[in-house]
């Protein structure tokens, strides 16, 4: 498993939730790393991403609310959410974004948020 994620759970409007996903350091060295969410019959959207150098991208309907981090020594990255909202309600998925560099496009597995009004 090249990505793995963890977090995400149930919480009522307001609440906070963590989103966590790990790498090996080889791959988040030269990758675009990133949060996607989706719900049913939707297509997958960018909740948040990093680019190489650095550069913080955020989705205008999460922007103020999450908070995306990392720690290139280790290949981690998180999530943080904040003041969730029913509409936040998606698959939380990690992204590692290898193809300008000829690889693939890797997703970890879906974590599931749920957030009730």
């Known amino acids: 498993v090249q990505l793995q994620a963890s977090g995400g759970g149930s919480v009522q409007a307001g609440g906070s939730l963590t989103l966590e996903c790990t790498t090996s350091r080889n791959i988040f060295s030269i990758a675009i790393m990133g949060w996607y969410r989706q719900v049913p019959g939707a297509q997958r959207e960018l909740v948040a991403s990093y680019s190489r150098r650095g550069a913080t991208t955020y989705a205008d309907s999460v922007k103020g609310r999450f908070f995306i981090s990392r720690d290139k020594t280790t290949g981690w990255l998180s999530l943080q959410m904040t003041d969730l909202r029913p509409e936040d309600t998606a698959v939380y998925y990690c992204?590692?974004?290898?193809?300008?560099?000829?690889?693939?496009?890797?997703w970890g597995q879906g974590t599931q948020v749920t957030v009730s009004s």
């Open positions: 992204n590692a974004d290898l193809r300008r560099h000829g690889g693939s496009n890797l």
